[in-house]
């Protein structure tokens, strides 16, 4: 029998986060620092205006481009946040997911042979998503001495003349990094001088913790080069619901949503109807839970110094990325051999790309009981190692 499989799903390994996830199943009493999503219950207003609307039998399909009555909220929220002016009926897309949103992007804009530049340590669908558009990545390494910002002397040395995107990523998972406007501004002035289109994934934009998150798209010149991406599952933990979205110019829009229509269709509506209440009336949930953020990230930053494992200090998102070095094992040996003796789920640093190697992911999504407990055991595995 020929080889049915496409080279570019072989090109492809399985999610190194996945991967990991299968050892931690079965497993009783793991303390997870892992998985990337809020542990917080959906707002239960929010929650309501989904059964409300079921009640009142919202189970049909919407429009491609998702209910117009989100559309409007979107706009509104993006120029009350970025003084961004979208028109709902022909530049706002809803996606499932963020993740989806990114996938339509670069199908939407790469044709094969064109290269993406994308700065790891990054989220881990972006550079498979690229490969199976028929692209190619890219990768412009960041550095912790650098707050793990993407550089523009760094991004210059990855441009060519088939240079056709960038990938930003702030706040950042897995790191927490962030970039200010006057950072980004450097790096919109490769962009215009390259003539690129950026793919701005802004999805932890609500959970900045130092400054003002900037958009990328709000910048001088920016906006009609930019695909800006977000949705609703970090800021108000809607993980589960699946609602993200898209805007750009309408001819980007336009394509997306062609692909998105053959593919996926729309976002259930009943999600659509949640998402309708969250962006209305749920940014004091959103600030109590950055907060409460906060304080997570001052705890286990502090106990990851204090016992011996460097850790730069996230701006944003919920994850710590210490450096596990000083161990002497790999991200992986850390990560499995932490599960198996003590029981605490963290994900190797190299799942998130080759230069996350040396370092751990450890997700601050859980109550300040289970990180105590969960650094009291590190602790001692640490000890154990030196």
């Known amino acids: 029998m020929r080889e049915v499989i496409a080279e570019r799903a072989k090109r492809v390994p399985p999610s190194g986060i996945r991967r990991f996830f299968e050892l931690v199943m079965g497993m009783e009493e793991v303390i997870s620092l892992g998985v990337g999503e809020p542990d917080f219950v959906t707002p239960w207003h929010i929650r309501e205006a989904c059964v409300y609307a079921l009640e009142r039998g919202y189970t049909m399909y919407t429009s491609n481009y998702g209910m117009l009555e989100l559309r409007e909220e979107i706009a509104k929220r993006l120029e009350r946040d970025y003084s961004l002016s979208y028109d709902p009926a022909d530049e706002i897309l809803v996606t499932v997911g963020v993740s989806e949103g990114y996938d339509l992007a670069i199908r939407a804009l790469v044709d094969p042979g064109d290269q ?223 599960l198996r003796k003590k029981k605490v789920a963290v994900v190797p640093g190299n799942a998130f790309g080759d230069c996350g190697e040396g370092f751990v992911r450890c997700s601050y999504a859980a109550s300040i009981n289970d990180i105590s407990e969960a650094m009291d055991r590190m602790e001692d595995f640490v000890k154990d190692c030196l």
């Not at 412009?140 to 040395?157: A, S």
């Open 116 to 338: 993406v530049v994308v700065h790891e340590p990054s989220y881990v669908s972006y550079k498979p998503c690229t490969i199976f558009a028929g692209g190619e990545p890219v990768v412009v390494e960041t550095r912790v001495d650098d707050e793990f910002k993407l550089t523009p002397e760094g991004l210059e040395k990855k441009i060519t003349d088939k240079t056709k995107a960038l990938i930003l990523s702030y706040p950042n998972n897995p790191t927490g990094a962030t970039m200010d406007r006057k950072e980004l501004e450097e790096i919109a002035d490769i962009v215009i001088e390259h003539d690129l289109v950026v793919v701005s994934d802004e999805v932890y934009d609500k959970l900045t913790y130092e400054g003002e998150p900037c958009s990328f798209a709000s910048l001088n010149g920016m906006q009609e080069r930019t695909v800006l991406l977000n949705g609703m599952s970090k800021a108000y933990a809607m993980t589960g619901w699946r609602i993200g979205y898209a805007a750009s110019n309408s001819e980007v829009i336009e394509a997306m949503m062609k692909i998105h229509q053959y593919g996926m269709l729309c976002a259930p509506i009943m999600s659509q109807m949640a998402a309708i209440e969250a962006l209305r009336n749920g940014e004091r949930e959103v600030r109590e839970m950055r907060q409460q953020y906060i304080e997570r990230r001052n705890l286990i930053v502090r106990r990851l110094n204090e016992m011996g494992l460097e850790c730069f200090n996230p701006k944003g998102a919920f994850y710590a990325f210490p450096s596990i070095r000083a161990i002497g094992l790999s991200s992986e040996e850390f990560a499995e051999e932490l």
